[in-house]
């Protein structure tokens, strides 16, 4: 690649920035799966209460 010219340059930038995007998508992907199975999980392990008619 010559640093000159700028087609090609401007072509592994945008390849380079597509692949950052498709990173960040997965780490943000994953997180949101991790919190969705957590909270999930937590609110299986959450008793019932009996409600306090008497309050």
Request: glycine share 6%; hydrophobic share 40%; net charge negative.
């Given at each position: 690649m010559n640093i000159n010219d700028e087609e090609a340059y401007d072509h592994?930038?945008?390849e380079i920035i597509v692949s950052m995007e498709v990173?960040?998508?997965d780490v943000?992907?994953?997180a949101v799966?991790?919190?969705l199975d957590n909270n999930a999980a937590f609110l299986q392990d959450?008793?019932?209460q009996n409600q306090?008619?008497?309050?």
């Open positions: 592994k930038m945008e990173f960040i998508l943000i992907g994953t799966k991790r919190l959450v008793p019932h306090d008619d008497d309050f």
